[in-house]
């Protein structure tokens, strides 16, 4: 993520230009709503890009609004932290066979504009994706074959093969109004900015561009579980540090912004309400050009995997809020059995420089005179290393990686593009080594196709959709295939325990941490939050949490 690039000197100021105008920090401050609710909350930005605009088509990623997490719903919501599916606007599902999935609605949900919900809205959205192909975010219709709701009560789902594996990408598609949206020439361009009907917990009740207002909606099938009134988002554009600062003076309900020593800055400023959790979430991990030499090498990508401080890059880098990935590619803990037992440390590798340089000369790659790591011909080693030059904390972790790696004798290039430039050639294969991310969903396929699946993958000088190493191995590609059939996790255990043993012995990507999961958030107004403690679900699983808060006291 990008860190503060002005100073903090500029910031306090601008602070200090808010309080002189009449914006003392208490203006935010709430009590008790009606009949008992949390008046209103305070969260973070609005999204909307860089010019926002009334926008809750929720299909249009660039340029929607907050508010269209809580004004649609999807069939089934995931906790993404345990990874269990919950009943949401369908109440069970059931494979008929490997390529059939049918889900049956629940009763009594309507539309915030009074007319029912039916499966016909289900089948009306899924074939709207096919249609319009630029709204498939997930891709689904390269599973699908067919959406029917043969009775309001029933929605089919007909697969091209067996399905198992797309389970998890239909909880990400939303479900919106057949009556409203049939009516639309082109749901492309479709903004939906006048009174959006959905079925969720809220409304929208106005927006400025400088805030968004989102009210509770009374006739919300479980409406008795949403004890807030209102949530309130803001202007995403203000500096990073001002952002931090208005955290600190207690401002926000919750946000998710990246706090330099967070214990200090927020929770000491009030210890009994202002807390943090940052749950793992996506793999950082080390790219090898897989097309070239040495990495083309798996012995030379093995001697590596102890070459690298991890630990290092968590405590530094990244202050302490991340831990070491495991090499399998899994996420601990929420994901950790999994992982074979015969794995040792569950797959974290320790910092072993001599275990490092034992291997890489054993594999052929040994020291000249003056201490330059040389390759089988007898030349040294020499690449360029590329990460966004303004991430500061990847720009943290860069540096320990290049040290790690020169006192083994490699002489590495630290390079710095902007991210454009970066993300292009990452994708047409034109670097020798990047930090890139993958992985850390619930839905295990994705997490290995992504990253290791050959048709993900693309000839140097095109653009790979997410196999930027270029890893091309049949068995690989064989194991995937049967990850995306396998119904259940005791199907899919042995598939992944398979893929987890090609990660360690055959290296194709180096896992080195787990990016954090931002989340900061107070109790003055509200408990429930999910928190270390309680991980009903991920701090963006907005449904679970806004139906789980209570007002404070």
Not at 14 to 36: D, F, I, K, P, Y
Not at 295 to 324: H, S
Not at 372 to 381: A, E, M, N, Q, W
Request: hydrophobic letters at 35%.
């Amino acid at each position: 993520m990008r860190r503060p690039t002005r100073s903090l000197i500029a910031a306090v100021a601008t602070a200090a230009m808010l309080v002189a105008a009449g914006c003392t920090g208490t203006e935010n401050q709430s009590g008790t709503g009606s009949e008992g609710r949390v008046d209103y909350l305070n969260l973070g930005g609005f999204g909307g890009g860089s010019n926002p605009q009334p926008n809750y088509n929720p299909y249009l990623e660039a340029t929607r609004l907050e508010a269209i997490n809580y004004l649609f719903e999807p069939l089934i919501q995931f906790d993404n932290y345990g990874c269990e599916a919950k009943p949401w606007l369908a109440t069970k599902w059931e494979w008929k066979d490997p390529s059939t999935l049918v889900f049956t609605m629940r009763d009594g949900v309507k539309w915030n504009d009074g007319q029912a919900f039916t499966a016909k809205d289900v089948e009306f959205t899924f074939n709207m994706l096919k249609q319009h192909k630029a709204l498939d975010l997930r891709g689904l219709w390269r599973y699908l074959s067919a959406v029917t709701a043969p009775d309001d009560k029933t929605a089919e789902f007909k697969f091209n093969g067996p399905g198992a594996g797309a389970f998890t990408e239909i909880d990400d598609v939303k479900i919106v109004p057949k009556h409203i949206w049939e009516k639309q020439t082109d749901p492309v361009t479709f903004v939906n900015a006048d009174n959006p009907v959905g079925t969720g917990p809220f409304t929208v009740k106005s927006f400025n561009g400088q805030q968004l207002v989102i009210a509770r909606s009374p006739g919300y099938w479980q409406a008795d579980k949403v004890r807030v009134d209102e949530v309130r988002f803001n202007n995403d554009q203000t500096d990073q540090q001002i952002k931090q600062l208005q955290l600190s003076r207690g401002e926000f309900d919750s946000n998710a912004i990246f706090v330099p020593d967070i214990q200090k800055t927020y929770v000491e400023r009030d210890p009994k309400n202002n807390h943090y959790w940052y749950p793992a979430d996506a793999n950082i991990s080390l790219y090898l050009n897989l097309t070239k030499a040495p990495f083309n090498d798996v012995a030379f990508r093995r001697a590596l995997l102890t070459a690298i401080n991890r630990q290092e890059i968590a405590d530094k880098a990244q202050f302490g809020y991340v831990k070491p990935a495991s090499q399998t590619g899994i996420k601990i803990p929420n994901q950790e059995d999994f992982i074979p037992a015969d794995i040792a440390n569950k797959g974290v590798q320790p910092f072993d420089t001599a275990k490092a340089d034992r291997e890489l000369t054993a594999a052929g790659y040994t020291k000249s005179g003056d201490g330059k790591r040389l390759d089988k011909s007898g030349k040294p080693i020499a690449f360029k290393f590329a990460v966004p030059g303004d991430w500061t904390d990847w720009v943290a972790a860069q540096k320990i990686i290049i040290e790690n790696l020169t006192a083994l004798g490699f002489q590495i290039t630290q390079d710095g593009p902007a991210f454009p430039s970066y993300e292009n050639d990452r994708a047409i294969g034109n670097y020798d080594a990047v930090l890139g991310v993958y992985g850390g969903s619930c839905n295990m396929y994705r997490n290995y196709q992504e990253a290791l699946s050959s048709d993900v993958s693309a000839p140097i000088g095109q653009k790979a959709v997410s196999n930027f190493v270029r890893w091309n191995d049949p068995r690989t590609d064989e194991l995937i295939d049967k990850l995306f059939a396998a119904q259940d996790k005791d199907a899919q255990k042995p598939i992944v325990a398979d893929l987890a043993k090609i990660m360690m012995e055959q290296v194709p990507v180096i896992p080195l941490w787990y990016g954090a999961r931002w989340f900061q958030y107070s109790t003055k107004k509200a408990t429930g939050w999910p928190n270390e403690k309680d991980p009903y679900g991920m701090p963006t699983d907005n449904l679970l949490w806004i139906t789980n808060l209570k007002p404070a006291g």
